[in-house]
């Protein structure tokens, strides 16, 4: 079966949507028509890119219609459909198969399916408790923390330390004036973003990764709670004037291999990611001077980062670039760039 071109299903899409009239893409419709066949090369159902042919423009009139798609059909919907029909497609091409039952491409490209771990993550020592995917992530009321004081600030969110029922628990607070403002529906994409991220916390957690303990979805209270760690961050410490022996910096390093490998290493419920901005920052230090990772607000799975552009570098720190990614700006970010940082 010939493979269906992305404009084909940009095509089907927008019919199936039923936001647009798209039986003639080579004649205007008003502001019906979204986008003319002149000059469309390429798609890409992700990031709604438009790639022309060579010597091709789009004039005021094409951009305008531009700016229609990308208003009228939002790409989560874009990619779900796209996904959808791509799947019937390769579904109604293939023989019945009866001896395995369909699964998600992107999990099982790169998920290790069985109870036990790895014969790697065997050798690393490392105790892996994550949770299937579709298990609950705990909920917690903002009645029930008692935010004691600031403790640290990110890009688009703050850190506090807090009390939630009797005990000492570190919360990261996003907040609505440092999301940039262009974002659209800004409730809905903190609430997205904080449910992502409990997930991967959740999925990936080991006795190496800060450890969550729920969210709190609440109008302006998106917050993640998760244990407190007492001694800040390992970058703050390696800065300070506290001296360190050799047995303490090789317990740091063993403590921050074995949570980038719970993250590293695929395995039931949870596939192989990458952190996405990894620094010293992101490890933080337990009372008893153990390092856990932590700051997965960049985190994908290593296929996504693959198959789409905008995950591809992720965010990085100039001092902690792999040697290939300082060579090629738009080489991907791996698991390799990941454990030379």
Not at 268 to 297: E, W
């Amino acid at each position: 079966m010939a493979e269906t071109s992305r404009y084909d299903l940009f095509l089907r899409i927008s019919q199936n949507l039923n936001d647009t009239e798209c039986r003639d893409l080579r004649n205007y419709v008003g502001n019906n028509q979204l986008l003319p066949t002149r000059g469309l090369k390429d798609m890409d159902p992700q990031e709604i890119f438009v790639k022309l042919e060579h010597g091709g423009k789009l004039n005021k009139g094409d951009l305008s219609l531009l700016v229609t798609l990308m208003t009228k059909i939002k790409r989560a919907d874009f990619a779900k459909e796209a996904k959808k029909i791509a799947a019937q497609e390769r579904k109604d091409s293939e023989p019945m198969v009866t001896d395995r039952l369909p699964e998600d491409e992107e999990m099982q490209e790169n998920i290790h399916t069985s109870d036990s771990a790895t014969q790697d993550q065997e050798a690393s020592g490392i105790t892996f408790i994550g949770l299937p995917p579709d298990d609950d992530i705990p909920f917690i009321l903002s009645k029930d923390i008692t935010v004691k004081e600031e403790i640290g600030k990110g890009s688009f969110s703050t850190v506090y330390l807090a009390n939630y029922k009797g005990r000492q628990v570190a919360i990261r607070k996003q907040e609505y004036e440092d999301y940039p403002w262009r974002l659209p529906e800004p409730a809905r994409v903190l609430r997205e973003s904080v449910l992502e991220e409990a997930a991967i916390m959740q999925q990936v957690q080991a006795e190496n990764v800060v450890r969550l303990i729920g969210v709190c979805l609440e109008p302006a209270n998106y917050t993640i709670v998760m244990e407190y760690m007492p001694g800040g961050s390992l970058l703050n410490l390696l800065l300070s004037d506290t001296r360190l022996a050799w047995k303490q910096l090789l317990q740091f390093s063993t403590d921050a291999a074995r949570g980038l490998c719970a993250l590293h290493h695929p395995r039931r419920y949870c596939p192989q990611r990458v952190h996405g901005n990894l620094t010293t920052s992101k490890f933080l230090i337990d009372a008893n001077m153990r390092v856990k990772l932590t700051g997965f607000c960049n985190t994908k799975t290593t296929t996504s980062v693959t198959r789409y552009s905008r995950f591809r570098r992720g965010r990085s720190t100039i001092a902690f670039v792999a040697p290939e990614n300082l060579r090629d700006i738009n080489a991907g970010l791996t698991v390799a760039a990941e454990v030379f940082r």
